[in-house]
T-cell receptor, first 114, second 114 residues
């Protein structure tokens, strides 16, 4: 079946612009995660949804970052007033269940802030 | 001390040899453990999951977990040039709150040469 998809794959934003990154999880997957990956580093947790509920947003770097999953499927990560330090790859992952089940990653969105 | 530590490499092995990748973690209560493979410019791809002490084999891959020593390893038998990638170790910490809030190491770069 179809895997996790993300769009856009690449985004260039001028400093101060708002961006919205979309994630389509595997159909029926309950859990959805967002991670941020800087060059040469492992992914870092940003936020977690169980269905439409955002249960953990402890990894969001600032109040400029906002995520939603209103109908429990597609999720959007929004970054307001982008800064150069926001440049990274943003990865979305989903898993079938709650608990410690395996996560599957989408292709990521590479954000470059100029 | 980083929560999940990996040697950055590169680990260079000849084709056909066994590649041994190691990972240590600081949270003694960590609950589940994963290995991901990441090709340059691509997103992480799940290779193995392991939840209890001992070995788990899947094809050419064997994951080994030793909770007392707080390490997890990945063995790749009959290494192929196509195995050349960065291997990420990921751990679910004790404070994860009942969901799979993964903590990643920075990854080990593996180079398999013909």
């Amino acid at each position: 079946g179809a895997g996790v998809s993300q769009s856009p794959r690449y985004k260039v934003a001028k400093r101060g612009q708002d961006v919205a990154l979309r994630c389509d999880p595997i159909s029926g997957h309950v859990s959805l995660f967002w991670y941020q990956q800087a060059l040469g580093q492992g992914p870092e947790f940003l936020t977690y949804f169980q269905n439409e509920a955002q249960l953990d947003k402890s990894g969001l770097p600032s109040d400029r970052f906002f995520a939603e999953r209103p109908e429990g499927s597609v999720s959007t990560l929004k970054i307001q007033r982008t800064q150069q330090e926001d440049s990274a790859v943003y990865l979305c992952a989903s898993s079938a269940n709650t608990g410690f089940s395996e996560q599957y990653f989408g292709p990521g969105t590479r954000l470059t802030v100029t | 001390q980083k929560e999940v530590e990996q040697n950055s490499g590169p680990l260079s092995v000849p084709e056909g040899a066994i590649a041994s990748l190691n990972c240590t973690y600081s949270d003694r209560g960590s609950q589940s453990f994963f290995w991901y493979r990441q090709y340059s410019g691509k997103s992480p791809e799940l290779i193995m999951s392991i939840y209890s002490n001992g070995d788990k084999e899947d094809g050419r891959f064997t994951a080994q977990l030793n909770k007392a020593s707080q390490y997890v390893s990945l063995l790749i038998r009959d290494s192929q040039p196509s195995d050349s990638a960065t291997y990420l170790c990921a751990v679910t910490p004790s404070f994860s709150g009942g969901y799979n809030k993964l903590i990643f190491g920075a990854g080990t770069r593996l180079a398999v040469h013909p």
